[in-house]
């Protein structure tokens, strides 16, 4: 079994998962310890049934208040439960460990955070002069490109894609690594035939622990940007969607001085933060099924007692936005304030 540390627990693993933190503490007797988690293959044909299926389940993803089951044809069979158990069964032979791990260690995971009980966030964290940011966006709003480019101005990556916040205000360690489509990747320079797809399938390329410089030690959350997408961008089809592959982020209206710009904007109000917390946070469907809404509520009221919730919109396209990162300091939002909210048009104001 491998041993690794992610989001503060303990975790043992029959599949190496390169994009966790080793426990190096286990690998001696004095720092053996019992994991909070353990993975192991396993047949969904042995799993009990669930006795109270949640209305809030689909015909691929099956929940309960304890149990979260996911089947995904041409990949396999996942199961987490109790917050401490994670099986996982191949769909066939041809199904890649680099296949299952996409799934283990963000879904999967996922799930048993919530089961345990933890603010999980959609959303990449990244530390610099001993504190945090968190950029909260859904899927393919930037957040990997954005985070690229600052850690090529010093920051270190700390969790991408979820990002778990304690009762302290403490951000942990995660799943460190970075996925980035193929445009992204040709835009950024990197030399995207010498990386490995995320899956098979997929454009989309994985950098993981040792192509990135990273953060090892819980940090104090201090801001957390939504990334925004213009009401123009959100009906777009893929098709349409920019060649690079980043967020369109201003309307029609803005003038091209102003797309050339990060903006930000604060959220005046509570419910308007809330909200914000509340839809980003990681699979809000897990939340509701698994019967944690409640305690999802409580910690993101909790939260925003410590930290505010901004609003940034970068500008449109990869190279602008490289060079206008480089006057940006996200520990000073009010130096990218407007006077007036863009007229982008946010996902939850839609």
């Given at each position: 079994m491998h041993s690794y540390?992610?989001?503060g627990l303990r975790i043992s693993s029959d599949?190496?998962?390169?994009?966790?933190?080793?426990?190096?503490?286990?690998a001696t007797l004095a720092g053996a310890a019992v994991p909070e988690i353990s993975i192991a293959e396993g047949s969904h044909h042995d799993w009990p049934a669930i006795?109270?299926?949640?209305?809030?389940s689909t015909p691929t993803l099956a929940m309960a208040a304890a149990d979260w089951r996911l089947e995904l044809e041409g990949v396999g069979w996942f199961r987490a439960w109790d917050g401490t158990r994670l099986s996982w069964e191949r769909w066939d032979d041809s199904v890649s460990n680099r296949d299952v791990r996409t799934f283990l260690v963000t879904s999967g995971i996922g799930a048993l955070l919530i089961q345990r009980g933890a603010l999980v966030l959609q959303g990449t964290t990244l530390v610099r002069e001993g504190k945090a940011v968190l950029l909260l966006g859904f899927p393919a709003s930037g957040k990997s490109t954005l985070a690229w480019c600052l850690l090529q101005q010093g920051w270190q990556l700390l969790s991408s894609e979820m990002s778990v916040v304690d009762a302290q205000g403490l951000v942990w360690p995660g799943v460190q690594q970075?996925?980035?489509?193929?445009?992204?990747?040709?835009?950024?320079?990197?030399?995207?035939?010498?990386?490995?797809?995320?899956?098979?399938?997929?454009?989309?390329?994985?950098?993981?622990?040792?192509?990135?410089?990273?953060?090892?030690?819980?940090?104090?959350?201090?801001?957390?940007?939504?990334?925004?997408?213009?009401?123009?961008?959100?009906?777009?089809?893929?098709?349409?969607?920019?060649?690079?592959?980043?967020?369109?982020?201003?309307?029609?209206?803005?003038?091209?001085?102003?797309?050339?710009?990060f903006r930000a904007w604060?959220?005046?109000?509570?419910?308007?933060?809330?909200?914000?917390l509340r839809n980003h946070?990681?699979?809000?469907?897990?939340?509701?099924?698994?019967?944690?809404?409640?305690?999802?509520?409580?910690?993101a009221s909790q939260l925003l007692k410590r930290v505010a919730v901004n609003e940034l919109i970068a500008p449109d396209g990869i190279t602008t936005m490289r060079s206008a990162l480089e006057a940006?300091?996200?520990?000073?939002?009010?130096?990218?304030?407007?006077?007036?909210k863009p007229l982008a048009a946010m996902e939850d104001e839609a």
């Open positions: 540390t992610a989001f599949l190496q998962l390169p994009e966790l933190a080793q426990d190096l503490a286990a006795p109270a299926l949640s209305p809030h970075l996925k980035l489509w193929h445009d992204s990747a040709v835009a950024l320079d990197l030399d995207w035939q010498q990386l490995p797809l995320v899956r098979r399938g997929l454009k989309r390329y994985a950098l993981g622990p040792a192509d990135l410089p990273v953060a090892a030690d819980p940090t104090p959350l201090a801001f957390i940007y939504g990334l925004g997408r213009s009401k123009r961008a959100n009906h777009k089809s893929e098709k349409e969607k920019p060649k690079e592959g980043l967020i369109t982020t201003v309307e029609d209206a803005s003038s091209s001085s102003e797309q050339e710009l604060a959220r005046k109000s509570e419910r308007e933060a809330l909200l914000k946070a990681y699979q809000p469907r897990f939340y509701r099924a698994m019967e944690q809404e409640a305690s999802l509520f409580l910690q940006v300091d996200l520990f000073n939002p009010e130096a990218l304030f407007r006077e007036e």
